[in-house]
């Protein structure tokens, strides 16, 4: 099994930063695929950004230059840099380790961007 424990969200004014990690433990070798998803009040979750262990990414196309996914393998650990953030960014951002035994979810962590 695998665990992912998200850190780094909070309330930042439109056009500011966060940057989100997710450290990943326990059955490392068997992740395939690591990701960040968020779910808006009454909307569905949906994908933010995805890295492969080769280290492919995927960005959503409403956060396409705006965010970007990176890791740091050392540390086992995922990020999500989040730049020129706007209110329909506010979210619970969730990280995914997607293994050969399943899919993972950590707890998620708020994201709130207000004036």
């Known amino acids: 099994q695998v665990q992912v424990v998200e850190s780094g969200g909070g309330s930042v004014q439109p056009g500011g930063s966060l940057r989100l990690s997710c450290a990943a433990s326990?059955?490392?070798?068997?992740?395939?695929?690591m990701g960040w998803y968020r779910q808006a009040p009454g909307k569905q979750r949906e994908l933010v950004a995805l890295i492969t262990i080769y280290g492919r990414t995927t960005h959503a196309n409403s956060v396409k230059g705006r965010f970007t996914i990176s890791r740091d393998n050392a540390k086992n650990t995922v990020f999500l840099q989040m730049n020129s953030l706007k209110p329909e960014d506010t979210a619970v951002y969730y990280c995914?380790?997607?293994?050969?035994?399943?899919?993972?979810w950590g707890q998620g962590t708020q994201v709130t961007v207000s004036s």
């Open positions: 326990g059955s490392i070798f068997s992740i395939r695929v």
């Open positions: 995914n380790a997607e293994t050969t035994g399943g899919d993972f």
